[in-house]
């Protein structure tokens, strides 16, 4: 699937690619503030992780 940063880091920066390190901390805020709108316009969803949330909708023919 993929190979070890430390043994393709030349690679990506010949070709001008940079690695970051991620930031957990605010990942689950953004989430959080994703979600709490999403909660706010839709009448009934569902958090499931800390990037997918459930819409559940109505049909609108019923």
Do not use: W
Request: hydrophobic fraction near 35%; charge should be negative.
């Amino acid at each position: 699937m993929g190979a070890p940063y430390f043994q393709i880091k030349d690679t990506l920066r010949r070709h001008g690619i940079v690695a970051f390190s991620s930031n957990y901390a605010l990942y689950g805020q953004m989430s959080e503030r994703v979600m709490t709108l999403i909660e706010s316009m839709v009448c009934d969803s569902e958090v499931y992780s800390i990037d997918k949330n459930k819409l559940h909708t109505v049909d609108a023919q019923s």
